[in-house]
T-cell receptor, first 114, second 116 residues
Framework: AQTIHQWPVAEIKAVGSPLSLGCTIK??????LYWYWQATGGTLQQLFY??????VESVVQLNLSASRPKDDQFILSTEKLLLSHSGFYLC?????????????FGKGTRLTVV | AQKVTQTQTSISVMEKTTVTMDCVYE???????LFWYKQTASGEIVFLIR??????ENATVGHYSLNFQKPKSSIGLIITATQIEDSAVYFC?????????????FGQGTILKVYL
């Protein structure tokens, strides 16, 4: 069975500080990977997706970047946090076979920027 | 661009009754995929059910079923015999075809409260 692990579970960071969030997917080779962001009480907004190692596509510009250093790992980062970065970050995956497949989510990281 | 709209902000129902949540979508694609997800109080996002646009039959999984009305671009979620644990936020989503199918667009969500 596939498992998706996100870290950390929660973070409190200062404005202007760097950030690195990560997720690992086990039990599935070459998955499509995604990062989503959710403001409190809001909907899910896709930030990035990756269909292969080393290749990441940006969907929304939020002064964030993403990388896929390994087949099973996806990293979200920024060098300088803004207050507007606060929210809930979700990593997700789907099988690589097509767009009709479901997307499955990790448990998320709650980020508070102060 | 694809768009998904859920106009019901919040619904309250008595336990063991049936509830329907509405969702309408916009797309230029001739083939597309629609999904419903549930977000629990802990924030966990759980996949519930899916409808392929080329299928005429409404999808059913457990006590979840869909009311797919393609001419109206509508995909309602029906939950029968609701339980307290069905209380959550429900999101409708559509898989976007313009970016190699890698964009999943979500609606605003509907809060469901089930009471005794």
């Amino acid at each position: 069975a596939q498992t998706i692990h996100q870290w950390p579970v929660a973070e409190i960071k200062a404005v202007g500080s760097p950030l690195s969030l990560g997720c690992t997917i086990k039990g599935k080779s070459s998955p499509n990977l995604y990062w989503y962001w959710q403001a409190t009480g809001g909907t899910l907004q896709q930030l990035f997706y990756s269909i292969t190692v080393g290749q990441v596509e940006s969907v929304v510009q939020l002064n964030l970047s993403a990388s896929r250093p390994k087949d099973d790992q996806f990293i979200l980062s920024t060098e300088k946090l803004l207050l507007s970065h606060s929210g809930f970050y979700l990593c997700a995956w789907s099988p690589s076979r097509g767009r009709g497949t479901e997307v499955f989510f990790g448990k998320g990281t709650r980020l508070t920027v102060v | 661009a694809q768009k998904v709209t859920q106009t019901q902000t919040s619904i309250s129902v008595m336990e063991k009754t049936t509830v329907t949540m509405d969702c309408v979508y916009e797309t230029q694609d001739s083939s597309y995929f629609l999904f419903w997800y549930k977000q629990t109080a802990s924030g966990e996002i759980v996949f519930l059910i899916r409808q392929d646009s080329y299928k005429k039959e409404n999808a059913t999984v457990g006590h979840y079923s869909l009311n797919f009305q393609k001419p109206k671009s509508s995909i309602g979620l029906i939950i029968t015999a609701t339980q307290i644990e069905d209380s959550a936020v429900y999101f409708c989503a559509m898989r976007d075809g313009t970016s190699s199918g890698q964009k999943l667009v979500f609606g605003q969500g509907t809060i469901l409260k089930v009471y005794l």
